[in-house]
């Protein structure tokens, strides 16, 4: 594999993982009253903090914000295995997902690609253990792992947890891990002179002297860029439950889209026709893939 398109594949992986979050709801709310200023006051003018932090073997990502859906709604549509292939499968570079329940284990087999229209059988393969760690009155807990994943990258360990906030809305905790190695790091200096050279994420590491804002480039800058799309398809997917079933794929695809847009420098790819039509036939392909054969 082009060690080029390999690194946007591994980061695009990377970006749908999210690191073990074992807090308990306590602490997850003293988290939400330690950020209460940064969820005010910061440059997605919304209630959302965005970290990232690199290593020399690994990356982490992290978001937290607030929604506006009650807890609730929250935990009954984000604790199910089958919910996560409709969230992960808004983001560009996810091909397909399929649930795979066999007791006691459940997986989620996940297919990466292009950010364009491409073959399954050409999409990279990495599948993620699925667990519900919590899901009471006060917490909800998910959490996700996989040993390897392409050009020997390895524990990608995954993790969102939610409390309920007054006046009905959520706080929740997306982020993810992974550590990678020498062919990895190698992988990773040819995307970023090629494909991902220019790009920026949204942390501000500097001033120009104009008071303009210098963004944070390289590793960090795509790991960002991957975190904000699959919080936004999380958003995307909670919000399409406010309409009937026949009508929430359309919903969740275009809020998705136009909730990207809003972040063009980072997040546009596509435009939307071309992410719509592709979209609606990986879906497709997905649930035919999960409907059991007819009787011969």
């Known amino acids: 594999m082009n060690h080029t398109r390999f690194w946007g594949l591994l980061l695009a992986v990377a970006g749908c993982t999210l690191a073990h979050a074992g807090q308990p709801a306590a602490d997850l709310r003293a988290r939400y009253l330690a950020l209460k200023d940064q969820l005010n006051h910061n440059v997605f003018q919304r209630p959302l903090f965005l970290d990232s932090t690199e290593t020399t073997q690994s990356l982490k990502g ?22 996560w292939c409709d969230i992960l499968i808004l983001h560009p570079n996810v091909k397909g997902c399929r ?42 807990q998910v959490l996700l792992r996989a040993d390897t994943g392409p050009m020997g990258s390895r524990n990608y360990r995954i993790g969102l947890e939610a409390v309920p906030l007054p006046g009905g809305q959520t ?44 963004l944070i ?6 790991v960002e860029r991957n975190t904000m ?12 439950l406010s309409v009937p079933p026949p009508d929430r794929l359309e919903k ?24 719509l039509a592709m979209k609606r036939k990986e879906v497709l392909r ?9 009787p011969a």
């Open 171 to 214: 706080f929740i905790h997306l982020s993810y891990a992974y550590e990678y190695g020498f062919v990895a790091r190698l992988a990773m200096k040819g995307y970023l002179a090629t494909l991902g050279s220019g790009k920026v994420g949204f942390s501000i590491v500097d001033r120009q002297p104009d008071s303009a804002a210098v």
């Open 252 to 275: 969740r695809l275009h809020d998705w889209f136009a909730a990207t847009e809003r972040f063009r420098r980072q997040l546009h790819e596509l435009d939307e026709t071309a992410y």
């Open 286 to 294: 997905q649930q035919s893939a999960t409907q059991p054969a007819p």
């Open 99 to 140: 649930a795979v329940s066999t007791p006691p284990t459940q997986t989620l087999k996940m297919s990466f690609g292009r950010k364009h229209e491409e073959p399954l059988d050409q999409a990279y393969p990495v599948d993620f253990d699925y667990r519900l760690a919590s899901a009471d009155d006060t917490y909800l």
């Open 229 to 240: 799309r699959y919080y936004l398809a999380i958003e995307a997917y909670v919000g399409s």
């Open 62 to 83: 992290d978001v937290f914000a607030v929604i506006a859906q009650p807890f609730a709604t929250v935990r009954q549509s984000l604790q199910g295995i089958e919910q």
């Open 217 to 222: 480039t390289g590793v960090r800058g795509v």
